[in-house]
């Protein structure tokens, strides 16, 4: 039945190589390999250019996936690629690339990407153009029940070099056993093309904050923070130019995180480091903290919106049109602030400045590495006790009649703690802190609630007040603002009522003991 | 979602040519398209080169320990899916039957399709039946093929009848002229009446073509083997004209 497969023969040794030579002779091998039980029918080969998307962070090339779009015959394709070579495709129109998910076609390859991908752009990271022969894989009645492109050398766009070629497989919906069978017989004739390796050799470095020491107990413990703080500082630049560009918003999440760390950092265990350096510091990323602060509010109360309006119940949704509207103009004059600001001489200045004093300390620390010395093992075990106790002593004290302020106090102490577990991780990898650390996140989840429901509910109120004073809004608007506040109100009291059982299970004799392990890591 | 199903108690008079035709179209303008072959003798399903067959019967389905997710299989085409026929389908009143709501159970099927599916066909058999019924539920839109007949109107204002009769949500109800011969009196004389005094039926006509007929040996839709013909530009005209109109009376 060889004879059936309707492809020219490979070329003999020594033929001239025409440029659709690679593509034809591998379509001509996959006809080959698999006419034992399928006919191959070939479209003509066609020119294709394509650009390879990810995210900032990778989320994609991380979990063996390779995201690309294609444009072949006048056409725009997206496909996602599994490590083992299927594809799902889906035509797409023109798009501009970065793109944030909702530009892309609705569809069962965007429903998949969503979780991965979340509210982060997708970037161009590589541009190649090759040439591609589409194979339809037909069964007895001529029905299509797999579909391969066989693909050619691709060259990359800027001197990136050349990617080999290789088949790709687009399986038919309910064609699962013919899709095995063909992939079965590709991969024992070794054509599968390996897509995320492949896309991998093309990707340009990710210019990640790694590590700037290995943290290790027996460390200067006047390193290992300094190295922390390097590590955050790299991260911290590493997001300023997304941030400026407003790729997505992420970048500027990120960056405060890594400003957050930094200053929690600073402040649990700051001590071993040089005075004046930290408190320069401090006064330095409060000031970087607070100029990112109104823009990433509005992003939130923006990346909220659309849930919030979803749940109205007696307001329409386009009721909250103009405060949408409102919300963007905030955040385009905030963003202005915050865009001059991280192109400013301070942020430049304390950068340099504070990049040099971290690597002199770290250095002179690894250097002097006397007997003395106070170990990272020995701090992170203290200050994470010491961290624990202080926030049972506090949390012990609330009943149900106390003050909001005493529970946004107990979820500031919280998050010293969870900064403090996750900095030292590394040293506590042979502690199971399994339930510690569930139990401390269900409980800060829980006053995060409490204490966002309620900022959130009075900024509803102030916009509201704002929008009337600047007459921007209409009843119809206000009303359904009203019913935002309520949902922020009703997310607060529920947490509140939550709390007490939360607390409970942190306190719980099985979590302080793990706690109380640490300590011998520490010492041991 | 949108929902078409095209209808006729009588058989061999174009319910399967339009659905595979305007299934077909659906899908070529974007939308993502399911045609559901629910006739056993599995037309539609040969003229997409696809097995009629579906794991568990209709029996599986309408019981619910199967749903039709499972049993849909891709066409050759971009964005058309298929879901079979299968030979048991002809107990499928049977079955229906059996259940506590024996006129909802395609209803119940369809509605998990909701977020895959822009447009669904049903291609009906030739029958009053609780597959009717169900078909008439499921339904925003009854495709009617009108063959130029003085009986054929009689029936039609039956299906009329008995639709406004329905309890709850009704379809819309289109019609339109199905293998038409222009030289012949009495077609002309009901294709230019007809339309004046029923508003469900359209002026758009399927003439009696061999190429349609035709699709029974290329197993493909007139427009892939015939895009220029007659027949194809009917089915486009029909199509333009489904797609734009109202969802429900
Ligand atoms: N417009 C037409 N011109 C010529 N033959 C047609 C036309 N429409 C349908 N036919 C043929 O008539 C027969 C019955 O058509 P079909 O669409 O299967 O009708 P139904 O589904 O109502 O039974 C088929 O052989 C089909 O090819
Ligand atoms: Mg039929």
């Given at each position: 039945?060889?004879d059936?497969a309707?492809v020219?023969a490979?070329?003999?040794?020594g ?5 659709d ?6 379509a ?5 390999t698999i006419?034992a ?6 479209d003509p080969a066609?020119p ?8 900032f962070?990778?989320?994609l090339v991380?979990?063996?996936l390779?995201?690309t779009y294609?444009s072949?015959?006048?056409g ?6 599994d490590p083992?070579g299927?594809m799902?495709e889906?035509a797409?129109p ?5 793109a944030?998910l ?8 965007r ?5 991965l991908v ?6 161009p990271l590589?541009e190649?153009r ?11 009645n001529?029905?299509t ?10 060259r990359l766009v800027g001197g ?5 070629a ?5 399986p ?11 992939r ?5 004739a070794?054509l599968?093309a ?13 210019a ?8 290790r107990?027996?460390?200067p413990?006047?390193?290992?923070v300094?190295?922390m703080?390097?590590?955050f ?6 997001n ?10 992420e ?5 405060r995180?890594?400003v957050?760390?930094?200053r929690?950092?600073?402040k649990?265990v ?9 408190a320069r ?7 970087l903290g607070?100029l990112?602060?109104p823009?990433r509010?509005?992003d ?8 919030a309006t ?5 307001a329409?949704?386009?009721d909250?049109d103009?405060?949408?509207?409102y ?7 905030e963003?202005?602030k915050l865009v001059r600001g991280?192109?400013s001489?301070?942020?430049?200045r304390?950068?340099?400045d504070?990049r040099a004093?971290?690597?002199a300390?770290?250095?002179?620390a690894?250097?002097?590495g ?8 020995g701090l ?5 006790t010491r961290a624990?106790?202080?926030m049972?002593r506090?949390g012990?004290?609330i009943?149900?009649?106390s003050?909001a302020e005493d529970?946004?106090?107990l ?6 703690l969870?900064?403090l577990l996750?900095l030292?991780?590394p040293?506590f990898d042979?502690?199971?802190?399994g ?11 829980c006053l995060?609630r409490?204490?966002?429901?309620e ?6 109120q102030?916009f509201?007040t704002d ?14 603002m009203?019913e935002?506040?309520?949902q ?5 009291q529920?947490?509140?009522a939550?709390f007490?059982?939360?607390y409970?299970r942190?306190?719980r004799?099985r979590?302080r003991r793990q ?7 520490g010492a041991? | 979602?949108?929902?078409?199903a095209?209808?006729?108690?009588k ?7 339009a659905?595979?035709?305007?299934a ?5 303008g974007g939308?993502?398209?399911l045609?559901?072959?629910?006739d056993?003798q ?10 009629a067959?579906?794991?568990?019967g209709?029996?599986?389905?309408v019981?619910?320990s199967r749903?039709?997710?499972g049993a849909?299989?891709g066409?050759d085409?971009d964005?058309?899916d298929l879901?079979?026929a299968d030979?048991?389908y002809r ?16 209803d ?8 895959e599916y822009d ?5 009906c058999p030739p029958?009053?039946?609780?597959v009717s019924?169900n078909v008439?539920?499921a339904a ?7 063959i130029?007949?003085t009986?054929s ?7 009329i009848?008995?639709?406004?009769g329905?309890?709850?949500r009704r379809?819309?109800?289109f019609?339109?002229?199905?293998m ?6 009495g077609h002309?004389?009901?294709?230019d009446r007809?339309?004046r005094?029923?508003?469900?039926v359209s002026e758009?006509?399927?003439?009696a073509?061999?190429?349609?007929e035709?699709?029974?040996n290329?197993?493909a839709?007139v427009?892939?083997y015939?895009p220029?013909s007659?027949?194809?530009q009917a089915y486009q005209?029909l ?5 734009s ?5």
């Open positions: 039945m060889a059936s309707r020219p490979p070329p003999a040794g033929a001239t190589v025409l440029p030579a690679p593509a034809a002779t591998l001509a091998t996959i006809a080959a006419a039980d399928f006919t191959v029918e070939p066609r294709f250019t394509r650009i390879w998307l990810d995210t962070d990778r989320r991380r979990r063996g390779t995201l294609t072949i015959r006048r725009h394709w997206l496909v996602l690629t083992d299927t799902t889906a797409a023109d798009l501009g690339w970065p944030l909702d530009a892309l076609p609705d569809g069962p390859l429903d998949r990407l969503a979780p979340g509210v982060r752009a997708l970037l590589a190649g090759g040439r591609r022969w589409d194979l339809r894989v037909l069964d007895e001529d029905k029940v797999v579909r391969l492109h066989a693909e050619g050398p691709v990136g070099g050349e990617l080999p290789g088949v790709g497989l687009v038919v919906r309910g064609y699962r056993v013919e899709a095995a069978r063909v079965g017989r590709l991969e024992h070794g599968l390996d897509p995320a390796g492949r896309a991998a050799a093309g990707y340009p470095p990710v990640g904050a790694d590590p700037v020491v290995g943290y107990p027996d460390l413990a006047t390193a290992g300094a190295g703080l390097e590590s500082l790299g991260e911290v630049e590493h300023v130019d997304g941030t400026v560009d407003d790729i997505d918003t970048f500027l999440h990120d960056l995180v890594a957050r760390r930094s929690s950092v600073v649990l700051g001590d071993v480091l040089p005075a004046r350096l930290v510091a401090a006064t330095e990323l409060r000031w607070d990112t602060t823009t509010d509005l939130v109360y923006l990346l909220d919106l659309p849930a979803a749940e109205l119940a007696a329409r949704p386009e909250l103009a405060f949408a509207g919300l963007g103009r905030l955040r385009a004059a963003r202005r991280l192109g001489a301070r942020l430049a304390f950068r340099r504070y004093g971290l690597t300390a770290r250095e002179a690894l250097a002097d006397g007997s003395t010395t106070l170990l990272l093992g992170a075990a203290d200050r994470v624990y106790r202080r049972v506090l012990d004290r009943t149900a009649g003050p529970l946004h106090t979820r500031k102490r919280g998050k010293e969870r900064y996750e030292f991780a040293l042979s502690v199971t802190l339930d510690a650390v569930r139990e401390l996140k269900a409980l800060q989840d995060g409490f204490q966002d429901g900022v959130q509910q009075a900024a509803i102030q509201a929008m009337v004073a600047s007459g921007q809004a209409h009843a119809p608007t206000l009303l359904a009203g935002l506040a309520a922020r109100h009703r997310v607060q529920e947490a509140r939550q007490e059982q939360r409970q942190f306190v004799p979590v706690f109380g392990r640490l300590t011998e890591v041991g | 979602m949108k929902v078409y095209t209808y006729n108690i058989g061999g008079v174009g319910k399967t040519s659905a595979v035709n305007l077909y179209l659906a899908a070529q939308a993502r398209t045609l559901w072959d629910l056993p599995g037309a539609a399903t040969y003229l997409f080169r696809v097995r067959r579906v794991k568990g209709g029996r599986a389905l019981r619910g749903g039709i997710d849909i299989k066409t085409f964005g058309l879901m079979p030979f048991t107990n499928l009143d049977l079955d229906l039957d059996a259940t506590n709501r024996p006129t909802r159970q395609l119940r099927l369809l509605a998990p399709l909701a977020d447009v669904v066909f049903l291609d029958s009053v039946s609780l019924e008439l539920h925003d839109v009854v495709v009617v093929p009108l130029p007949a009986l109107v009689r029936t039609f204002d039956q299906l009848e008995f639709v406004a329905l309890p709850g379809p819309r109800v019609a339109f002229w199905s038409v011969d222009r030289r012949k009196r002309r004389e009901l294709l007809l339309p005094e029923r508003a469900e758009v006509s399927v003439p073509l061999a190429v349609v035709q699709m029974a290329h197993r839709p427009a892939v015939a220029r007659p027949a194809a005209r199509w333009a004209e489904l797609a109109g109202p969802d429900r009376p």
